[in-house]
């Protein structure tokens, strides 16, 4: 073990103990690279608010997710190598399969939240059909837990099999009534996008009832760090992650959004352009 290893890992060794000292409950594992340890669990509420099996559901929860992106992992390793063919060229073979894997690892992927200790799956398990799988929870709260324990949206989880179905918002003379446009109260309408799936996908990542990331970059900066990254190149191309982050980034993405130090900024990763974004639109 060199040096430079060897501090890290007394860095990350420091930060788990620390953590197991200021907080009581449980810290789920982690997987990959040291950050701040989450803070100690916000619990204003009166006794009987928050249901008293939550931190022993929240860990089911986790090792749940923990072990479907496991399997994701060994399905990705699996897969035989796509090849590259036709005019224009497309993926064949395993192309398709290699989107859904993706899809699936970043679905558990724990990382992708601030205190990487909750999945976009922790709120939508497809058993509980894509909404929140916790009993208890869904008798009380029903709002979830976010990554901040125990900040709670003002909802429960939406599901959403829907989605990728709905056309852009619009009126219907006939009817007189307003169709389309994703989310509860149709506010991804697609207008722009001309897609009100691919508008509404923008939101969850930072949405503070969410992941509560405070910056869309963050999710490009833990993809760049994921152990999947290699499998992401492959279906969005080489260089879709060559981006430098600041060396203050992952800091940045351990603070939930709406944070007051970052104020009015919604975009706090000052991170340099990507080469794909280069050439003028
Ligand atoms: C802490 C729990 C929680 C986590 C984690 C979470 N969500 Fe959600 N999700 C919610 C809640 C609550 C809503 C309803 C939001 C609203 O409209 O107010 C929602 C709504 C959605 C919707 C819209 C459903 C609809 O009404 O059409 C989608 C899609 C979605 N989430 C995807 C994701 C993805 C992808 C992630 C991971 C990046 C994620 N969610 C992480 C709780 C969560």
Redesign the pocket.
């Known amino acids: 073990m060199n040096r430079r290893r060897l501090i890290a890992f007394l860095r990350t060794f420091a930060i788990v103990v620390l953590a197991l000292m200021v907080v009581p409950q449980a810290v789920p594992a982690q997987r990959a690279a040291p950050s701040p340890p989450p803070p100690t669990p916000y619990n204003p509420y009166p006794p009987g608010i928050l249901p008293a099996d939550l931190q022993s559901e929240l860990d089911r929860v986790s090792r749940e997710v923990n072990l479907l992106f496991q399997q994701a992992l060994a399905e990705s390793r699996a897969l035989p190598p796509p090849f590259l063919t036709g005019q224009p060229p497309t993926l064949q073979g395993s192309g398709v399969q290699m989107v859904q894997t993706l899809g699936k690892l970043m679905?558990y992927d724990m990382n992708?939240?601030p205190f990487k200790n909750?999945?976009?799956a922790?709120?939508?398990m497809p058993y509980a059909g894509f909404s929140g799988p916790i009993p208890s929870v869904n008798l009380t709260m029903i709002?979830?837990?976010?990554s901040f324990r125990f900040r709670a949206?003002?909802?429960?989880?939406?599901?959403?099999t829907?989605?990728p179905w709905y056309p852009v918002f619009q009126f219907n003379a006939t009817q007189q009534l307003f169709f389309g446009g994703?989310?509860?109260?149709s506010r991804a309408t697609g207008y722009l996008l001309q897609n009100p799936d691919a508008e509404?996908?923008q939101h969850?990542?930072v949405?503070t009832?969410?992941?509560g990331l405070p910056d869309t970059a963050c999710i490009a900066f833990r993809l760049s760090q994921a152990v999947y990254r290699p499998l992401f190149e492959q279906v969005w191309g080489m260089g879709s992650l060559d981006i430098k982050f600041p060396p203050d980034t992952e800091k940045i993405c351990a603070t939930p959004g709406g944070a007051a130090v970052f104020g009015t900024d919604t975009t706090p990763v000052k991170h340099s352009t990507p080469s794909w974004r280069a050439t003028p639109r």
Do not use: I, L
């Open positions: 679905n992708m939240s909750v999945a976009c922790s709120c939508h709002a979830y837990p976010g949206n003002k909802r429960t989880a939406q599901r959403y829907y989605s994703n989310f509860w109260d509404q996908a969850p990542p949405d009832g969410e992941m």
